[in-house]
């Protein structure tokens, strides 16, 4: 059979594309390489050919994955600065649908555990595309809430911890209540009875 000049592109695209999803929903250590391969349609041994290791697949799937989440977080807020770019980045991420939405949703709380655990390769990228986010949002943040670049990195770290938290708890109501304290502590100024400045 003849293979055109790019399926073996399309071909490792797929396999990054599925790896993507069932990581962020399986977790790297729960999902084996036969699960990716079948669930891109292909079979087990034809992973070595696009791979050197399952590190390396879940390094290419962090950059897809990440900037997904970048589009669907900041799509639309081109124009927004401070308070109400804040406010909508707030409202999109510490939500239910995005604690619902595992395998659609940000890969940093389902994969910074392993992540954590993975060779320099994993968290290289990982570290790249964080600084990356943190960046853009120093960039956005109010000017009030203090220096930018800390203030973007505790939001983000935040964000993770809260729907990795909301995501864990078996309680629906806790899971709710979650990720409403995180929404008021990212916005300390909206929180009732916020001191005035």
């Given amino acids: 059979m003849r293979y055109t000049a790019d399926h073996k592109e399309r071909t490792h695209?797929?396999?990054?594309?599925?790896?993507?999803?069932?990581f962020k929903q399986g977790g790297f250590t729960g999902v084996g390489v036969d699960s990716v391969m079948k669930a891109a349609g292909l079979t087990p041994g034809g992973f070595?050919?696009?791979?050197h290791s399952k590190e390396v697949l879940l390094a290419e799937t962090l950059p897809l994955a990440l900037r997904r989440m970048r589009?669907?977080?900041?799509?639309?807020?081109?124009?927004?600065?401070?308070?109400a770019w804040l406010r909508e980045v707030v409202r999109r991420y510490l939500s239910r649908t995005h604690r619902d939405a595992v395998a659609e949703g940000c890969p940093m709380p389902a994969l910074t555990p392993d992540v954590g655990r993975a060779g320099a390769l994993a968290q290289e990228t990982f570290e790249t595309h964080l600084c990356d986010?943190?960046?853009?949002?120093a960039a956005r943040m109010p000017s009030?809430?203090?220096?930018?670049?800390e203030r973007a990195l505790a939001t983000i770290a935040l964000f993770v911890g809260g729907v990795m938290l909301s995501r864990a708890v078996k309680d629906r109501k806790l899971s709710g209540q979650i990720l409403r304290a995180c929404r008021l502590l990212a916005i300390p100024e909206e929180a009732p009875n916020a001191p005035s400045r």
Avoid: D, N
Wanted: no cysteine.
């Fill in 13 to 22: 695209a797929r396999i990054v594309e599925e790896a993507s999803r069932l």
């Fill in 48 to 51: 070595y050919a696009h791979f």
């Fill in 71 to 83: 589009q669907w977080l900041l799509r639309g807020l081109e124009g927004e600065r401070e308070l």
């Fill in 133 to 137: 986010l943190a960046a853009e949002f």
């Fill in 144 to 149: 009030a809430f203090g220096p930018p670049g």
